[in-house]
């Protein structure tokens, strides 16, 4: 699909990028994660409209499958902050199909930019204010995480425990994960350059030799990524519906 060419040289708040390509084949389902549906709405709908009622962000990037009609139905896809872009096969690519649309519209290279897992529809607004108030402070990467509290063990190949693993300095990285564009730019280039994989921007950032730092998330926000995880999410968010 063709983007809109828009002028970002002048940005003020934050672009958030919102990579939905994937097809979810850990779900196992006709239907991918992203367009199930939790108390009648789609999970990607409920993501969205966060990033859409925020203040503090200025575009949403909504990066799909290029064969994706699905989109088409979201109840805010037509919103004035949303914009469509092509994926790639794995997330990192998609990610940087955002970037190059952001370099080619002007985007300044200190300007903040927070990609974020479609299929995490629990992020709180109050987490989402507290990552993008440590970066306004700090200028320094950062992403939402929250402390390993459970025992660890390392196994091998048929699955024998070879040893347990301290957990005191182990945190789960979760999204928003955040830094400058010329960061991410630069750390996501080196990625495909190299053509590893990663799994998170966190990965890319470090891998780059940039300083990434944790802020830790107040309320949960678990990553859709199982049929039994859609239980999970539907708990939380109607427990803060009735709050």
């Given amino acids: 699909m063709e983007s809109m060419m828009i002028d970002l040289s002048n940005v003020t708040g934050c672009i958030a990028i919102i990579p939905a390509a994937g097809i979810g084949k850990r779900f196992n389902d006709k239907v991918a994660k992203q367009y199930q549906t939790i108390n009648d709405k789609k999970i990607l709908d409920i993501t969205l409209d966060l990033f859409l009622n925020s203040s503090r962000i200025e575009k949403v990037l909504l990066i799909v499958s290029p064969e994706d009609e699905q989109f088409k139905k979201l109840d805010s896809i037509y919103h004035e902050k949303i914009i469509v872009i092509d994926g790639g096969q794995e ?130 926000n678990p990553k859709v990524t199982l049929k039994k995880d859609l239980e999970l999410a539907r708990q939380i968010l109607s427990s803060r519906e009735k709050n």
């Fill in 91 to 220: 997330r990192h690519f998609s990610v940087n199909n955002g970037l190059k649309y952001l370099y080619d519209n002007g985007m300044p290279d200190d300007k903040p930019v927070l990609i974020h897992d479609a299929v995490r529809p629990c992020l709180s607004e109050k987490d989402l204010n507290s990552l993008i108030d440590y970066f306004d402070e700090h200028k320094k990467a950062c992403f939402l995480a929250e402390k390993v509290i459970d025992s660890l063990k390392k196994v091998d190949e048929n699955d024998q425990v070879i040893k347990s693993v301290e957990r005191e300095e182990l945190v789960h990285a979760l999204t928003p994960q955040m830094a400058s564009f010329i960061d991410l730019k630069k750390a996501l280039y080196q990625v495909i350059k190299s053509g590893i994989t990663i799994t998170d921007d966190v990965s890319a950032l470090t891998g780059n030799d940039i300083d990434v730092f944790a802020v830790f998330a107040k309320d949960l």
